[in-house]
């Protein structure tokens, strides 16, 4: 069965300070991956995803993640953290490219401070 | 203006009584699906449809049923039966993305209703 699992429920960040996520994995077959941010009240946005065409994935707001085969790992970075990335940001897997049956993460809140 | 409606934003219902929540979309997308979210657990789902007429039970369906009638809707019901009620319901559809290259389907979320049962 696929899973994932998010690495700290809780991360706080200094503004400008470079920000990281952790996601591993576990699929049996080639994952579809998937990171999508949650303001709060809101419905789920997707940031970005991996589809196997590119291990390294660009997404919006100034995200990217990394596709580690050998480490199960697809952990989100973004170089500068911003007030306005305060959000919670949930890891997904699926195993077909059409997002079918996604299985996320628990989620991890991240907090932004001056 | 495209998307996905769930209404109200916010319900209170007494115990032991049936709520249905609203989903419309008018993204023309075939697949629908129903997620609760708690804190501290993610996503889980409850449950989706391919398509007009069908629909499949997800990891949580026990104490929920949905009807799909019409491919803009895709209500759910929570039952009595439905042991612990109080949670964020998060509607979404299926669809391409358009944003990336190749393109790929996606999932897009409503805005979520918060259910209190009091």
């Known amino acids: 069965a696929q899973s994932v699992t998010q690495l700290g429920s809780h991360v706080s960040v200094s503004e400008g300070a470079l920000v990281l996520l952790r996601c591993n994995y576990s699929?049996?077959?080639?994952?579809?991956l998937f990171w999508y941010v949650q303001y709060p009240n809101q419905g789920l946005q997707l940031l970005l995803k991996y589809t196997s065409a590119a291990t390294l994935v660009k997404g919006i707001n100034g995200f990217e993640a990394e596709f580690k085969k050998s480490e199960t790992s697809f952990h989100l970075t973004k170089p500068s953290a911003h007030m306005s990335d305060a959000a919670e940001y949930f890891c997904a897997v699926s195993f077909t490219g059409g997002g079918n049956k996604l299985t996320f993460g628990t989620g991890t809140q991240l907090k932004v401070e001056l | 203006d495209g998307g996905i409606t769930q209404s109200p934003k916010y319900l209170f219902r007494k115990e032991g009584q049936n709520v249905t929540l609203s989903c419309e979309q008018n993204?023309?997308?075939?697949?629908m699906y129903w997620y609760r979210q708690d804190p501290g657990q993610g996503l889980r789902l409850i449950y989706y449809s391919q398509i007009v007429n069908d629909f499949q039970k997800g990891d949580i369906a026990e104490g929920y049923s949905v009807s799909r009638e019409k491919k803009e809707s895709f209500p759910l019901t929570v039952t009595s039966a439905q042991k612990n009620p109080t949670a964020f319901y998060l509607c979404a559809t299926e669809g391409p993305s358009g944003r990336n290259s190749p393109i790929y389907n996606e999932q897009f979320f409503g805005p979520g209703t918060r259910l209190t049962v009091l």
């Open positions: 699929s049996s077959v080639p994952p579809y």
């Open positions: 993204l023309n997308h075939d697949a």
